[in-house]
């Protein structure tokens, strides 16, 4: 329903827009949510997009910004004043205004800059040097900061004073004299309280925390797990620089999946939405794997190749690679899943390891004996009387799904202990080597139990 | 840092566990998050996990309770009187509750109910009725309502007197005198305007909502785009009857994309943490899909056993099956990836398959001629003075790359039209699809260039 409804409103927009109804398309621009007017601003081309920008009220300007893609954004600074640029600075939150810089090309950057307030710009050039992916790249400097001494009459007034500006008012953090993080205290603690309530009384010390170069998505499990809206960042000397909020936590999960959905399926990641990446950005990002895969496809390829006479002697055994190799490749491929899967939910850890052979041994006999039940009453029907045949290659569906699984359980776990993605070894490689695993399994049967 | 700190914390538990030192133990757990004590708790065999349970203080108990798997739920509360199951059904949220009477056994969920408040038992029983997997079931009751006659002094008021129970203070709904929802209004607008305000002015009337029957994912993707801390939801009569938190939505993002990766790789979803789940579960997950496509591979088999006298004549061309097959598997893993992704999180639509067949056709011609000049060098290499068979090997390549990545690209969209999960006809079978497609493409190349 919700759908629907957006897919009306936006055709309204779009038959406003071509029919240059402006005054009409502005003011139904200004009832609607700053994310959805993004949306309907990227459909649009180049021109329209900056046309469309250029009618927003000013109050919503910068927080549709924000919401736009890094090309879009780039177009609308390429087209606007100094004056507008300067405008869309000043009411940019930090950590949207770094995710913005980060991207744009290095003589727009100076731009951006220059029309930034000293205080802002001294701000994003010590926020641009955090490494990507860390806590630093995705925190924020507004928020608000409370003194131990304060009442909590006073520190309600002091959020009132400058929660305007804040991206959340609702965690707050106490901090000394000298910047140090000493406590965190919620709104919720402070209206459940009596006025004259102390601030020192009422925060908790024990302050879960980051710093600014913790890796994102660490910060980001961190909030999953224990529910939380808002994480401090602080520097070395334990010093509060800044904050990251949920819903920029949330983003890096989504983020993280997707990246981890692509690094399975063999493809270098990237932020973009499929649809707005160009061919030959898309085609850098598949070929690499493809190659690599497919130079090592010579591997099972010379394995054929050195049983040659087998085939010649029993075609039957040809018939059945697809079969084995597509077998042990699936059976290698769901196991690293999960254990890709756990790993980045923390749910396994490498020193599982032993664990993690002993399950899959386990799975693998089963899952192995009732396929190759299965298969061996396949292959009497296909091809009577081939009993010993049919044998052999229903033994290899058990060795390799067990080899297979065995692998895919290990390799991600050794990748992590070297610092590897373990997503980085999953389904292509595991598919591979599974191959070329069971080719050499099936051979091996064959040859010890077949006159070949 | 932090893992290392809780490892130690760990150990040290574990030590005063083991020796009996119960006493210091009920006070080093009395100090910890209710995250990590359930952690520590679920690496417990069953008694002792009982014991933990009951040594932590009254006001932690429930949100202890609601952080452990329904397992150890389960145990616990065939082990405690109906006094203290009484307390915890008291203190839970009841979204928490829904959760846990949703896993147990039936004559539990009886007991359950029998020491639950009356007017908390109604709840529930509403609530189960609410289908798995809608806003329904994940939604808490213990939200704030207020009235748009209220001033911003009495709905402070009000937050101050309910809000302790409330799961989420901070969004609060306007309701009138039927309990229809008509606006909501946070408490940084409240806290940001005068106290002789009133709520009528200040409350968004365009309140973005759902209702009981919305699927949760959906729920959860649109408070992943619109940044919300809340979301309400609605009857069929647009009457408020429960409000779905960030944290349950930032669960619902995590447990879908985790159900997709399962998915993806050929496995039947479920919940449990890898190391959780029992090897007979486990190989329900795996089996079905890794049987279904085992079988499926018979038609490669039987495509190989048509050619048979192509291998016998030309063994090099046996030698690049596995090559073609890896490749082409690869390639549409690559594909259907991003796509079923792309449909997870709204970028791409049933309506865009026309984009997406004209983009895979230029992204797989690209792809295959840069991996067939060089697979054509390398049989250059490898088989000097076989021009033509490398040449047939390499056109196949481009070919089976293009159909693998068009079928990629289709299957998804057409598996959302006909409403089935996309996640569905990922990986597996498109490799199994793949594989058949190259071979069938393979040796009508070869028929067509070769004499054979």
Same mark, same amino acid.
């Given at each position: 329903?919700?759908?629907?409804?957006?897919?009306?409103?936006?055709?309204? $927009?779009?038959?406003?827009?071509?029919?240059?109804?402006?005054?009409?398309?502005?003011?139904?621009?200004?009832?609607?949510?700053?994310?959805? @007017?993004?949306?309907?601003?990227?459909?649009?081309?180049?021109?329209?997009?900056?046309?469309? /920008?250029?009618?927003?009220?000013?109050?919503?300007?910068?927080?549709? /910004?924000?919401?736009?893609?890094?090309?879009?954004?780039?177009?609308?600074?390429?087209?606007?004043?100094?004056?507008?640029?300067?405008? +869309?600075?000043?009411?940019?939150?930090?950590?949207?205004?770094?995710?913005?810089?980060?991207?744009?090309?290095?003589?727009?950057?100076?731009?951006?800059?220059?029309?930034?307030?000293?205080?802002?710009?001294?701000?994003?050039?010590?926020?641009?040097?955090?490494?990507?992916?860390?806590?630093?790249?995705?925190?924020?400097?507004?928020?608000?900061?409370?003194?131990?001494?304060?009442?909590?009459?006073?520190?309600?007034?002091?959020?009132?004073? @400058?929660?305007?500006?804040?991206?959340?008012?609702?965690?707050?953090?106490?901090?000394?004299?000298?910047?140090?993080?000493?406590? #965190?205290?919620?709104?919720?603690?402070?209206?459940?309280?009596?006025?004259?309530?102390?601030?020192?009384?009422?925060?908790?010390?024990?302050?879960?925390? #980051?710093?600014?170069?913790?890796?994102?998505?660490?910060?980001?499990?961190?909030?999953?797990?224990?529910?939380? $809206?808002?994480?401090?960042?602080?520097?070395?000397?334990?010093?509060?620089?800044?904050?990251?909020?949920?819903?920029?936590?949330?983003?890096?999960?989504?983020?993280?999946?997707?990246?981890?959905?692509?690094?399975?399926?063999? =493809?270098?990641?990237?932020?973009?939405?499929?649809?707005?990446?160009?061919?030959?950005?898309?085609?850098?990002?598949?070929?690499?794997?493809?190659?690599?895969?497919?130079?090592?496809?010579?591997?099972?390829?010379?394995?054929? =190749?050195?049983?040659?006479?087998?085939?010649?002697?029993?075609?039957?055994?040809?018939?059945?690679?697809?079969?084995?190799?597509?077998?042990?490749?699936?059976?290698?491929?769901?196991?690293?899943?999960?254990?890709?899967?756990?790993?980045? $939910?923390?749910? #396994? =850890?490498?020193?599982?390891?032993?664990?993690?052979?002993?399950?899959?041994?386990?799975?693998?006999?089963?899952?192995? @004996?009732?396929?190759?039940?299965?298969?061996?009453?396949?292959?009497?029907?296909?091809?009577?009387?081939?009993?010993?045949?049919?044998?052999?290659?229903?033994?290899?569906? #058990?060795?390799? @799904?067990?080899?297979?699984?065995?692998?895919?359980?290990?390799?991600? +776990?050794?990748?992590?202990? +070297?610092?590897?993605?373990?997503?980085?070894?999953?389904?292509?490689?595991?598919?591979?080597?599974?191959?070329?695993?069971?080719?050499?399994?099936? /051979?091996?049967?064959?040859?010890?139990?077949?006159?070949?």
């Amino acid at each position: 329903m919700e759908e629907m409804t957006r897919t009306m409103e936006f055709e309204a $927009l779009q038959e406003m827009l071509s029919e240059r109804r402006y005054r009409e398309l502005k003011d139904a621009l200004a009832e609607m949510n700053e994310v959805d @007017i993004a949306e309907f601003i990227l459909e649009q081309p180049a021109e329209k997009a900056v046309l469309l /920008f250029r009618m927003l009220p000013k109050e919503i300007a910068a927080d549709v /910004f924000s919401n736009l893609e890094s090309d879009v954004q780039e177009t609308i600074i390429a087209s606007i004043t100094d004056f507008e640029l300067r405008e +869309i600075m000043d009411d940019l939150f930090v950590d949207d205004a770094v995710d913005m810089l980060e991207e744009l090309p290095s003589n727009m950057v100076k731009r951006v800059l220059k029309n930034t307030a000293p205080e802002d710009r001294k701000l994003l050039n010590q926020f641009l040097r955090y490494p990507d992916d860390s806590a630093g790249s995705i925190m924020t400097a507004e928020f608000i900061d409370l003194k131990e001494t304060m009442t909590v009459e006073d520190a309600i007034k002091r959020i009132r004073r @400058i929660g305007e500006d804040a991206e959340m008012i609702y965690t707050c953090y106490v901090t000394d004299s000298r910047r140090h993080l000493i406590g #965190v205290v919620t709104v919720k603690d402070l209206l459940l309280a009596q006025d004259d309530d102390k601030v020192i009384d009422l925060m908790e010390e024990d302050v879960m925390k #980051v710093s600014t170069q913790t890796d994102q998505e660490e910060v980001a499990r961190m909030f999953s797990k224990y529910d939380m $809206l808002a994480m401090p960042v602080v520097d070395n000397e334990n010093r509060l620089v800044g904050m990251v909020t949920i819903d920029d936590a949330v983003d890096v999960l989504e983020e993280e999946a997707t990246e981890d959905i692509q690094k399975m399926a063999g =493809q270098l990641p990237s932020e973009k939405p499929y649809l707005r990446m160009g061919i030959l950005e898309t085609v850098k990002k598949r070929l690499p794997w493809l190659m690599i895969l497919m130079i090592s496809a010579t591997v099972s390829g010379k394995i054929l =190749q050195n049983f040659e006479a087998a085939f010649v002697a029993i075609p039957m055994l040809v018939t059945c690679i697809p079969m084995l190799m597509d077998t042990s490749g699936n059976a290698g491929a769901q196991t690293s899943a999960s254990i890709i899967r756990g790993l980045a $939910l923390k749910e #396994v =850890q490498t020193r599982d390891i032993l664990k993690i052979v002993w399950r899959e041994i386990r799975v693998s006999l089963c899952l192995g @004996i009732c396929l190759a039940a299965v298969n061996y009453i396949r292959l009497m029907i296909m091809f009577p009387h081939h009993y010993l045949e049919s044998l052999v290659v229903s033994i290899t569906a #058990v060795a390799a @799904i067990c080899l297979a699984n065995l692998m895919a359980g290990i390799m991600p +776990i050794f990748a992590t202990k +070297i610092h590897l993605d373990p997503a980085l070894v999953a389904t292509p490689i595991i598919t591979t080597v599974a191959d070329a695993l069971a080719l050499i399994s099936y /051979f091996m049967i064959a040859k010890a139990l077949l006159p070949i």
